[in-house]
């Protein structure tokens, strides 16, 4: 099976006034269709740098990038058609992430449009996605000042679902959310993941919400890979001793 995201030895440095920052050091992944995929780690370990990478927001230094086995290619038109087309993410602060002078449904509307989905039925279907992550219709005309953090994050989830993306890329995008509010997407991950096949790759804090709906998880310490395996067994048995830690201070 061919999967939806490798990752192969990335190397990416950020250079500041007086020195430089080694943020992600020889990392290597594959995530494949309907998997869901952990990314766990302390703050600054370099999993964000690792989402903006995959969507070409930000270039590696070394290494390679593949989607559905085609190699992102930094600049490359096909490659960003290809990212807009498979990866949708979905952010911790999701208000920043709206156009804060469009409603909410237009903004869900925008994906599938630029897909060529008609106008009408992308308004019938931005209520129905916006329902899907449990919120009325009627939210499609609000804008995002008009709604609360956890609804913001629901219909950020509403416009990522909309354009069925192969690789759904959620960057602590549940940590912000009330339990219940975080219990009803988490539910919604595992029916798209069973449904539609969608990949995730989650990136969290969070290792008990990483074990409720992760397939696998990966641990990141310092820009690197320290242990990769189930969920339920590396936090039973966790080797690596930054893993013992992590969890030790986490469960
Ligand atoms: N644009 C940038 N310029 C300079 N350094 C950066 C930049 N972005 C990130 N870094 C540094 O790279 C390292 C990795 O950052 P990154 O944001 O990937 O971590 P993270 O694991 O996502 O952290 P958090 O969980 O706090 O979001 C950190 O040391 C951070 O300070």
């Known amino acids: 099976m061919i999967p939806v995201l490798e990752l192969k030895n990335i190397h990416k440095s950020y250079r500041r006034k007086n020195s430089t920052v080694q943020a992600v050091k020889g990392v290597e992944f594959k995530i494949f269709p309907g998997e869901c995929l952990g990314l766990v780690g302390e703050s600054g ?4 740098t690792l989402a903006k990478l995959i969507t070409a927001s930000e270039s590696a230094d070394r290494g ?10 930094e600049g490359g038109k096909n490659s960003h058609k290809m990212i807009c087309e498979t990866v949708q993410m979905v952010f911790q602060v999701p208000v920043t992430s709206f156009n804060p002078r469009q409603r909410l449904g237009n903004s869900i509307m925008e994906g599938m449009i630029n897909r060529g989905i008609g106008k009408k039925e992308a308004r019938d279907r931005a209520g129905e996605y916006l329902e899907i992550c449990g919120l009325a219709k009627e939210y499609a ?20 679902i909309a354009v069925n993306p192969s690789l759904l890329i959620c960057d602590e995008a549940t940590s912000a959310l009330d339990v219940t509010i975080q219990a009803q997407i988490i539910k919604l991950i595992g029916k798209l993941k069973k449904e539609n096949n969608t990949a995730y790759l989650f990136i969290s804090h969070d290792i008990a919400v990483v074990q409720e709906i992760c397939d696998r998880m990966i641990i990141m310490h310092q820009g690197q890979i320290v242990e990769e395996g189930r969920p339920d067994e590396i936090i039973s048995n966790p080797k690596n001793e930054y893993t013992k830690i992590l969890i030790d201070s986490c469960l």
Do not use: D, M
């Open 45 to 48: 370990c370099g999993k964000s």
């Open 64 to 73: 390679e990038i593949y989607i559905k086995g085609n190699k992102i290619l």
């Open 141 to 160: 005309e609000r804008y995002p000042h008009q709604v609360s953090g956890g609804e913001c994050q629901r219909a950020s989830f509403a416009r990522a």
